[in-house]
């Protein structure tokens, strides 16, 4: 009895690290997502095509967590728009090379919640898809663009409150610094990826 007790021991793992390996596609999981991938075109804090591609991706934790938010949403008449999900290291260093403020961009040595693919960038719209009045644009590095940040219109204040709320229920905490940013509860768990 004591060596199947033994067996049974050295045959469990004990992970520290989550099983979700994966980067899936958002529109697999989220197939009525609206989405504005500013980083596939020059409409960017850069001004340059940093992505080849429009699609996004998520660790399949976040993407399955988007699809409760993006419900919610629904519930209340309105929906989510996502700027952005995973990004490369590449790309972060680029950015951190145009940007290097870590209330903006993450420092790329230390990597950021967007290359570990559990981070988010988005907005609430009403059912026409017309993005709700958030006081700044998506990645406008002001200090007005914080999620902190109190001196606006009560309208605005509302708007912001309802996104946090939505995503907050759904398993993501906002960056502090930026209004549209949430990363999913946990997200330092997941590697860094170069994908």
Not at 37 to 59: G, P, Q
Not at 67 to 72: I, T
Request: glycine content about 4%; aromatic content about 10%.
């Amino acid at each position: 009895m004591l060596s199947f007790l033994v067996l049974a021991v050295m045959s469990m793992t004990f992970e520290t690290e989550p099983r979700d390996t994966v980067l899936v596609r958002l529109h697999d999981v989220v197939p009525n997502l609206l989405t504005d991938v500013r980083y596939a075109t020059t409409n960017n804090f850069t001004n340059r095509i940093l992505y080849t591609s429009d699609t996004l991706y998520a660790r399949r934790a976040v993407a399955q967590q988007l699809l409760q938010a993006q419900r919610d949403a629904q519930l209340r008449g309105l929906q989510l728009k996502v700027f952005d999900a995973y990004r490369p290291l590449s790309i972060q260093r680029l950015m951190w090379s145009i940007v290097p403020d870590e209330r903006y961009v993450a420092d790329p040595a230390k990597g950021s919640r967007h290359n570990r693919g559990c981070a988010l960038d988005l907005t609430l719209c009403d059912s026409t898809g017309a993005e709700l009045d958030m006081g700044t644009g998506y990645d406008e590095f002001t200090d007005r663009a914080a999620a902190t940040y109190t001196d606006l219109p009560e309208n605005i204040l509302t708007n912001r409150r309802l996104l946090e709320s939505i995503m907050n229920a759904a398993g993501f905490d906002v960056l502090p610094s930026e209004w549209w940013h949430f990363d999913l509860r946990g997200w330092e768990k997941y590697a860094i990826l170069n994908e």
